[in-house]
């Protein structure tokens, strides 16, 4: 009984958790790190103890970095804190609007984020691309270090 509410569990923090990768709000890896351990504790878990340790530092370095990369990428197009923002709501209501939406939200949300701040568009354009780019690339990582884990638990769980 216990290991049925554990894979439950389990299965449950991986899809959460390849849903946050994509929401703001969710911390991705990390729960789905946390679905890798808890079907660890199950008769279907056997993970190797190095794996177990990799995803959980990989998962806390990609964390980290999702909050970095945005702001590198902002920085490096000379933007500011009111497009990474912009950039973060615009993904929120872009989640309502489909594949498009949440393309083509933090763009827009960026670009209105830099002309509170800016009045040059041109400016703006050009950090609101810096902070999409980087908030892109943090959800590229984020989906691909939850991807590698949720693969590595169908692996265990089907083995």
Do not use: H
Request: charged share 10%.
């Amino acid at each position: 009984m216990l290991d049925v509410l554990l894979l439950t569990l389990g299965i449950t923090l991986i899809v959460i958790g390849l849903i946050g990768c994509i929401i703001p709000v969710i911390p991705g890896p990390p729960l789905s790190f946390l679905g890798m351990l808890s079907l660890e504790y199950t008769r279907w878990g056997n993970f190797d103890s190095d794996l177990l340790w990799t995803f959980g530092l990989i998962a806390l370095v990609v964390t980290v970095l999702d909050y970095i990369v945005p702001i590198w990428g902002t920085k490096k197009f000379g933007g500011s804190k009111a497009g990474i923002w912009g950039a973060s709501i615009g993904l929120l209501i872009g989640l309502f609007l489909g594949p498009l939406g949440i393309i083509f939200g933090p763009f827009v949300g960026a670009f209105i984020g830099e002309l509170t701040q800016n009045t040059e568009s041109n400016k703006a354009l050009l950090a609101a691309l810096g902070s999409f780019v980087g908030l892109l690339t943090g959800i590229l990582l984020k989906l691909t270090a939850s991807g590698f884990i949720t693969y590595y638990f169908i692996v265990e769980l089907f083995a």
